[in-house]
């Protein structure tokens, strides 16, 4: 059982940044990938970026390309998303999740892929 928690939510101004951790525990990643995800109230959860674990490979969706950029620390079992560049429209609670994948498989993308998810942490731009 992989436990993930989120933290490095917050209020920012627009076009400030915000960078988001996730600890993962519980589990051996190496197979796993990790993924970030956002939910806006009244809209559905939508995927922002992923990485797996044990290339360091990554994906991310078209409306954050440029602004936004995943990492990880292998040694402290931990996923970063730094986000630039913030607007409005990037208000949301943000949600990391993890599942295991195979490497002949794309990066998941939807959340019904994901297996384990964090409690999320609150994001607010502000104009």
């Known amino acids: 059982q992989v436990r993930l928690v989120e933290s490095g939510g917050g209020w920012v101004q627009a076009g400030g940044s915000l960078r988001l951790s996730c600890a993962a525990s519980?589990?051996?990643?190496?197979?796993?990938?990790m993924g970030w995800f956002r939910q806006a109230p009244g809209k559905e959860r939508e995927f922002v970026s992923a990485?797996?674990?044990?290339?360091?490979?990554?994906r991310y969706a078209d409306s954050v390309k440029g602004r936004v950029t995943i990492s990880k620390d292998s040694a402290k079992n931990t996923v970063y998303l730094q986000m630039n560049s913030l607007q409005p429209e990037d208000t949301a609670g943000y949600y990391c999740?993890?599942?295991?994948?195979?490497?002949?498989?794309?990066?998941?993308?939807?959340?019904?892929?994901?297996?384990?998810w964090g409690q999320g942490t609150q994001v607010t731009v502000s104009t």
């Open positions: 999740a993890a599942t295991a994948v195979a490497l002949t498989r794309i990066i998941p993308a939807t959340r019904e892929e994901y297996d384990y």
């Open positions: 519980g589990g051996t990643l190496s197979s796993y990938a």
């Open positions: 990485i797996r674990w044990r290339t360091g490979s990554t």
